[in-house]
Nanobody, 123 residues
Framework: VQLQASGGGLVQAGGSLRLSCAAS????????MYWCRQAPGKERELVAA????????YPAASVLGRFTISRDTAKNTVYLQMNSLKPEDTAVYYC?????????????????WGQGTQVTVSS
């Protein structure tokens, strides 16, 4: 599986962005998908996860109510809708995938990674 993340950019605080992660290959519906972010000098952090059935989890309390993960199986794509963005959301955002994974897996357990897309939120 190859993952291609896109949709990052520069946005003012309070604005919105939608990240996309397009997956190549077959059996996309069997993959759990994840969005992680890494800010300079910080560890990679899991932001949102979605399993094959559409069940989602948001381990990062700071994004609750602002970020939404979703998937479109027909397009082999997972999305991260980010609203009410804050400067502290600034990071490189990565998508990842694990076949038959759960939303409880952690970044070191992910099988496939996308290349990352930069999100910068100005104050």
């Amino acid at each position: 599986v190859q993952l291609q993340a896109s949709g990052g950019g520069l946005v003012q605080a309070g604005g919105s962005l939608r990240l996309s992660c397009a997956a190549s290959g077959r059996s996309f519906s069997s993959y759990a998908m994840y969005w992680c972010r890494q800010a300079p000098g910080k560890e990679r952090e899991l932001v949102a996860a979605i399993d094959w059935s559409g069940g989602s989890r948001y381990p990062a309390a700071s994004v609750l109510g602002r970020f939404t993960i979703s998937r479109d199986t027909a397009k082999n794509t997972v999305y991260l809708q980010m609203n009410s963005l804050k400067p502290e959301d600034t990071a490189v955002y990565y998508c990842a995938a694990v076949q038959y994974g759960t939303t409880w897996l952690r970044p070191h357990e992910y099988t496939y990674w996308g290349q990352g897309t930069q999100v910068t939120v100005s104050s």
